[in-house]
């Protein structure tokens, strides 16, 4: 399963009132992720959040295509939550607003993949 690193750049010294943000976070009931037909393209398996100064990385485990997983995240109600939340504490504005800015600024900061590894499963 692939993992995706998506960076926000944050001021410094909010890492408590980012992290108060992410404490009742609403995830999705279901994480299949769907296309106008209904057939499942991709999933999302997980994810983590790591701050550290100025940066913030999500990471997502993924299945499927990487835009389907960002569409899906840009009309999840619990993520448009933490963007509009997380507004006063980014170093620069997210157009993360409609499907369409999110999608871009969700590329624009994914982080180049250099390696994943994995044990084989028995």
């Known amino acids: 399963m692939p993992f995706a690193a998506i960076t926000y ?3 410094p010294g909010c890492e408590d009132e980012i992290a108060e943000i992410f404490t009742d976070f609403k995830r999705v009931s279901d994480p299949a992720v769907r296309d106008e037909s209904g057939r499942e393209v991709a999933r999302v398996l997980g994810t983590a959040l790591f701050i550290q100064d100025d940066t913030m990385v999500r990471f997502i485990e993924y299945q499927g295509e990487l835009e389907a997983v960002a569409r899906f995240m840009a009309t999840q109600p619990g993520v448009q939550e933490v963007e509009r939340r997380l507004k006063p ?5 997210r157009d ?10 969700f590329q624009k900061s994914t982080m180049r993949c250099i390696s994943q590894l994995f044990k084989p499963r028995d």
């Open 9 to 11: 750049d944050i001021k």
């Open 96 to 105: 993360t607003d409609t499907v369409e800015g999110f999608v871009a600024t």
């Open 89 to 93: 504490y980014l170093a620069g504005p």
